[in-house]
């Protein structure tokens, strides 16, 4: 089982990245596929949800608007386009899989973590 980000980098504020997390080695049907980030200084933080078997979504309040996860199931990847960026969103960004049955936002709910991708938004 493997989860795969990429997409991270320097970016200037206001601008937009898309992040990518490629998964293998088990079905999404049977999970959720999960972003968090660990701002420096702060606890690790689900930010959003997205359901492997309808697509389904979920975000916190505080990136409502400017983050939008998508899925493509043909490729096994799962996006994060983030817009507007603002110096608060640098961080280390992670993807993980929960099963269905486990709440999407909670870092005990998930069964497999990627290494993370870190975006660093410079004014």
């Known amino acids: 089982v493997q989860l795969v980000e990429s997409g991270g980098g320097l970016v200037l504020t206001g601008g937009s990245v898309r992040l990518s997390c490629a998964a293998s080695g088990f079905s999404f049907d049977d999970y959720s596929i999960n972003w968090f980030r660990r701002v420096p200084g702060k606890e690790r933080q689900g930010i959003s949800c997205i359901s492997g078997r309808d697509g389904s979504t979920y975000y916190i309040d505080a990136v409502k608007g400017r983050f939008t996860i998508s899925r493509d199931e043909a490729k096994n990847t799962v996006y994060l386009q983030i817009d507007n960026l603002k110096p608060e969103d640098t961080a280390q960004y992670y993807c993980?899989?929960?099963?269905?049955?486990?709440?999407?936002?909670?870092?005990?709910?998930?069964?497999?973590w990627g290494l993370g991708t870190s975006i660093v938004v410079s004014s």
């Open positions: 993980a899989a929960a099963p269905h049955h486990r709440a999407c936002w909670y870092e005990w709910a998930q069964e497999y």
